[in-house]
């Protein structure tokens, strides 16, 4: 699919209109991007999150800015971005105005109760894909080669340590693994 600004606004604007549960439940729009529109491969979004979540900001914010400005530099980043918080801002308006007229309605309540693990899933089925890219070569023939026992081991040494130190800043974890890839890097 050929590259528009009108286009990049609608798939963005789309994306923050329908994303609930914040950032992370934007991945499965973000894939659905890159297979309806080919602006970037599954590869490149994980390296896009791994840029999004190694900087300051909202992962959906700043994926959103890093997208549009692959696509069309500074205009497309602030494209992009805009079109991903107007949704929000649009509806947070009307929301704050009607608050007090929700909070107790049964059915909003009733709407949160299952969208609460709709998001969940969402969430879940777009780690599950980060996880096949960062950890596994599926195309590859032999265990030792379709998983990659490296990757594995960052992983879950971070998980582990991260559940043991969670008093310390997640740039610790980010910039840890940063260093270890880049050890591993060089033996490899």
Not at 142 to 147: A, K, R, S
Not at 180 to 186: E, P, Q, R, S, T
Request: glycine share 10%; hydrophobic share 55%.
């Amino acid at each position: 699919m050929e590259f528009s600004y009108l286009l990049l606004f609608w798939e963005f604007f789309k994306t923050g209109l329908f994303t609930i549960g914040g950032g992370l439940a934007a991945l499965p729009f973000l894939y659905d991007i890159s297979n309806r529109t080919g602006w970037y491969t599954h590869a490149q979004l994980i390296d896009m999150i791994a840029v999004s979540e190694s900087t300051p900001g909202p992962i959906g914010v700043n994926m959103a800015t890093y997208v549009g400005f692959t696509l069309a530099g500074i205009p497309g980043s602030v494209l992009a971005t805009f079109a991903l918080v107007l949704p929000t801002i649009i509806i947070a308006y009307f929301v704050a105005r009607a608050l007090d007229r929700f909070r107790q309605n049964q059915l909003v309540n009733a709407a949160f109760y299952g969208l609460r693990p709709a998001v969940c899933g969402l969430i879940a089925n777009a780690c599950w894909g980060i996880v096949k890219v960062s950890m596994f070569d599926f195309s590859a023939s032999g265990f030792f080669d379709i998983v990659n026992i490296p990757a594995f081991i960052i992983f879950f040494l971070a998980f582990f340590l991260i559940e043991k130190y969670k008093k310390l800043h997640p740039i610790v974890f980010i910039a840890s693994g940063a260093v270890i890839g880049i050890a591993v890097g060089a033996l490899m």
